[in-house]
Every structure is written in structure tokens, then in C-alpha cells.
Nanobody
């Protein structure tokens, strides 16, 4: 049932860094385009970054220059390196399969991982 499991979140000070991980349980992970999203209470889910099956990446303007997305197909894992973090990055972060434009493909969402940036 669960396709993706997010981890790596936590409480960090502004200017700190985190690396989020998204572990996939699907069989054909290497063929998937994958993306990270984030969502705050009462807000819509926001696109953060996506990586295509060929490794091509796109980063949202709001985090460009600070966040990097990568993948390790052998480990069936997508990563989101975040540095430096800002208080406005405080959100629950989710990963999911996506289209080439970064839109999530219909399906179940995981529990996400909480990122809190505060001093």
C-alpha cells in the first residue's frame, strides 16, 4: 500500500541544513519521475523540486540556490538537500511520483516528514 516513505526531518536553527530521504517500495523506481512537495497547515501543497528518470532537475524559485534534489536508483531513494534553511521552510515535506512538469500523479500520499526551522 505504502509507496514512498519520507524521513530526515527535524528541528534545526536558521542557517542549518537537513537532508531528507524518500524511500520507495515500488518495483520500477528507475522509470519514475519524482518530486518533493511541502505543505503548511491551512495552506495548499507546494511544489519544491522534481527529478526526472534521466536525472534532469527543476527547483522551485522559492528555494532555488538552497535546495538540491538527487536520486540513487540502486537504493530506490530520492534526496532533498536543504542548505541553508530559513524559518519559512518550516513545513511537512512529502515525496511522490510526478509528471515531467512536476505535478503529482494521483495516488496515495505518505505521512511526510516535519521540518521545523527555528531558533
Amino acid at each position: 500500500q505504502v509507496q514512498f516513505v519520507e524521513s530526515g526531518g527535524g528541528l534545526v536553527q536558521p542557517g542549518g541544513s537537513l537532508r531528507l530521504s524518500c524511500a520507495a517500495t515500488v518495483e520500477h523506481f528507475s522509470l519514475y519521475h519524482m518530486a518533493w512537495y511541502r505543505q503548511a497547515p491551512g495552506k495548499q501543497r507546494e511544489f519544491v523540486a522534481r527529478i526526472l528518470k534521466d536525472g534532469s532537475t527543476r527547483i522551485a524559485d522559492s528555494v532555488k540556490g538552497r535546495f538540491t534534489i538527487s536520486r540513487d536508483n540502486a537504493k530506490k531513494t530520492v534526496y532533498l538537500q536543504m542548505n541553508p534553511l530559513r524559518p519559512e521552510d518550516t513545513d511537512v515535506y512529502y515525496c511522490n511520483r510526478c509528471t515531467t512538469s512536476g505535478s503529482p500523479i494521483a495516488g496515495s500520499w505518505g505521512q511526510g516528514t516535519q521540518v521545523t526551522v527555528s531558533s
